[in-house]
């Protein structure tokens, strides 16, 4: 078994009983994040909360309860809590997302709406869509007809890079690794609102003068870039952009280190800076996060903005009790394409 795997196991307990002041949680899906399997590893900054008990049975040493987002309908109320309601819809605002049920406060939670938007979608709303709704709307300021570069554009942040652009009039430039099916995926890509789509390779290989968005009308310029590539491809990515413009990087797929040539700084006098969603959360107060929650879920609602693409995995009956491992499994695998979702089932 891989080392997540081993570090992972599967626990049954009862919730404790509900007191005036909190909340009791019935799961309904919970994606599996690559940053939740850097947690696991241990790789990743921001640690699980460890418990000595959950519900009825203890720990020791304690144990964290995976995942960092989901969303969770409300089943039972305390007889002080006014602001919250039993069919409620909410997510998370800590760790601890891939289970059946929960206790929680209602400090611990925020209620979204349940009209007009879809199951995956509120369980995958916080992490993918707002991390690219920070980064377009933090570092750079777009006139008509400008860019935002992105590599690793088929991940789950870069489609929701794409749509988010599409919605607020901004071109995209893609970047992807080279596959056999790179036709099937830039289609799959522009059908998002991707303006271009090329290959990494193709990055590498052509002239500035070969590529698309030099012919075209806009008369745009390249004022952002985003990085959760790591290695050449920043490079390449970073000759591009317009003097001064800033490079976000908020991820390390390839994970090589990100070294940045005296020329992109000096005579490019580009930025480079780091974004970390996690830390962003914990910075700005609980407004500030709801006024994005809403502003990405109103994108939602106009169509604007939907899921990526996913595979949605059905669990938590007794007879399928371990399945969950086999699901963390195939979310591990390198390349797989498809985000792992668990919809959890009675």
Known sequence: ASSLISRTSVITHKLPPLTPSTLHLKFLAAPINPSDINQIEGAYPLKPIFRNQL?????????AVGGNEGV???????ENVKEISVGDWVIM???????????????DVIRIPREGIELIQAATVRV??????????????FKKGDYVIQNGANSGVGQAVIQIAKAWGINTINIVRDRPNLRELSDHLKSLGATYVVSDKDLQSKKRSEFEWNTGTDNGDIVLGLNCVGGKSVIHMAKLLKHSSPVVTYGAMSRQPLTIPASQLIFQNLKFYGFWMSHWSQVNPREARLLMLNEVIDLIKQGKLGSAVYEENLWGKD?????????????????KGKKQIVKMID
């Open 55 to 63: 519900g009825d049975v203890k720990f020791d040493p304690a144990v």
């Open 72 to 78: 969770a309908e409300v089943i039972a109320v305390g």
């Open 93 to 107: 605002g800590t760790s601890g997302t891939w289970r059946t049920h929960a206790e929680a406060t209602p400090e």
């Open 128 to 141: 993918n869509s707002c991390t690219a709704y920070r980064m377009l709307k933090d570092f750079a300021k």
């Open 319 to 335: 007879e399928d009790h371990y399945g969950f491992l086999e699901i963390l499994k195939k979310a591990e695998e390198e390349f």
